[in-house]
């Protein structure tokens, strides 16, 4: 299950982690989000050990979303060694979300 990340988990979760992270920035109204939020999850099982996948309310924790300049949901921004390394704004296939954090791990 992804983890749930908030503001004031971030940074402890997020830039401190020794794994590569993706971090899914959603909203409960956000229709997109809902269509990303299954594959997001999938994703938390099959890196489980090798990657770190939580999910950001942006309503509930506007102060994370604020500081990445989080404009449109779903964003999923990928972290490694606490800074972002890549993103993907809007709802796509579970693969290009697997293969750019695969790609953190070469």
Request: aromatic share 8%.
């Amino acid at each position: 299950m992804a983890l749930e990340i908030t503001d004031s988990n971030f940074e402890e979760v997020v830039l401190k982690s020794k794994l590569p992270v993706l971090v899914d920035f959603w909203a409960e109204w956000c229709g997109p989000c809902r269509m990303v939020g299954p594959l997001v999850e999938e994703m938390a099982k099959e890196f489980d050990g090798k990657a770190v996948i939580g999910k950001l309310n942006v309503d509930h924790n506007p102060k994370v979303a604020t500081e990445f300049g989080i404009m449109s949901i779903p964003a999923l921004l990928y972290f490694k060694d606490g800074k972002v390394v890549d993103k993907q704004v809007g709802a796509v296939p579970k693969h290009i979300l697997s293969k750019k954090l695969e790609a953190q791990m070469a």
